[in-house]
């Protein structure tokens, strides 16, 4: 590892991740995408495997619409999720595990401007915890592997 490994905060939030994520098809249990899409108010679930595809609107009663992670629209588990230990380490697509490997690999971890509302500061404690460096950093190469 390099000693001057350095990740610096781009301050995301995990909204930043919600429109697309990588979730387990529930037809054939290989990797759909769920999306969203603001402007029309509807999130699909569309299998890359068995073609599986579904829509439903983020409507929620005359006028509000719901914004969150697009796979809750379908109960559908994420693609990208390992046991670790006691806890459950995840991603909801390519980019958000990038960020996340970027950030638990980096030995120097800088943060500017914080607001209590970003995605690294609302992680899980094990997620910041040196020792787990090695076990975190295996579990996202073998994600990576999967997609």
Same mark, same amino acid.
């Not at 890359?48 to 969150?68: A, P, Q, R």
């Not at 910041?128 to 994600?143: D, S, T």
């Given at each position: ?31 759909? *995408? ?20 579904? #829509?439903?609107?983020?409507? *929620? ?16 588990? /994420? ?22 490997? %970027?950030? *638990?690999?980096?030995?120097? %971890? #800088?943060?500017?401007? %914080? ?18 460096? #090695?076990?975190? /950093?295996? *579990? ?8």
């Amino acid at each position: 590892m390099n000693p001057t490994n350095r990740f610096q905060d781009e301050n995301l939030q995990l909204t930043h991740f919600y429109g697309e994520v990588w979730v387990v098809c529930k037809s054939c249990e290989k990797k759909a *995408i769920a999306t969203t899409n603001l402007e029309n108010h509807t999130a699909r679930l569309f299998c890359v495997n068995c073609g599986y595809n579904k #829509e439903v609107s983020t409507k *929620i009663g005359k006028d509000g619409f719901v914004t969150t992670a697009a796979h809750l629209f379908f109960d559908s588990d /994420l693609w990208l999720s390992a046991p670790y230990k006691n806890d459950l380490f995840w991603a909801y697509n390519a980019a958000h595990l990038t960020y996340l490997e %970027r950030y *638990i690999s980096a030995n120097l %971890r #800088e943060h500017k401007e %914080r607001s209590h509302f970003t995605l690294l500061e609302k992680l899980p404690k094990f997620y910041h915890e040196a020792k787990n460096r #090695e076990g975190l /950093l295996k *579990i996202i190469e073998k994600l990576n592997k999967k997609h």
